[in-house]
């Protein structure tokens, strides 16, 4: 059974910064080959892609990308080793207020419902 857990959420003031981590648990879960998406969703809302990992076919690199609202500020990144994602957000704003999910599976990319694996969700609050 495949298990992840988002670390980091929390308060902070707005132009703050949070890293949030995604660790895989599993003894069949392979981080290399998969692609690893964060997204946000607010009460009443549907979920919203943040940023992706994801692998180049036929490579051992790595592209990402990032929704127009965050890119500039958020930086995904991943530790193999670890089994761990991280999204390090830096200038917050009050709008990034939500509850962050990460999201892993063999090809997936922006749309929510190409994913597998989910986290539980971890709160990210930005005060003005």
């Known amino acids: 059974q495949v298990q992840l857990v988002e670390t980091g959420g929390g308060l902070v003031q707005a132009g703050g910064s949070l890293r949030l981590s995604c660790a895989a648990n599993g003894r069949t879960f392979n981080a290399i080959a998969m692609d690893w998406g964060w997204f946000r969703q607010t009460p009443g809302k549907e979920r919203d892609f943040v940023a992706v990992?994801?692998?180049?076919?036929?490579?051992?690199?790595?592209?990402?990308s990032y929704a127009d609202s965050v890119k500039g500020r958020f930086t995904i990144s991943r530790d193999i080793a670890k089994n761990t994602v991280y999204l390090q957000m830096n200038s917050l704003k009050p709008e990034d207020t939500a509850v962050y999910y990460c999201?892993?599976?063999?090809?997936?990319?922006?749309?929510?419902?190409?994913?597998?694996?989910w986290g539980q969700g971890t709160q990210v609050t930005v005060s003005s």
């Open positions: 990992i994801r692998r180049s076919v036929g490579s051992t690199y790595y592209t990402d």
């Open positions: 999201a892993a599976d063999a090809r997936a990319a922006m749309d929510p419902s190409e994913y597998t694996y």
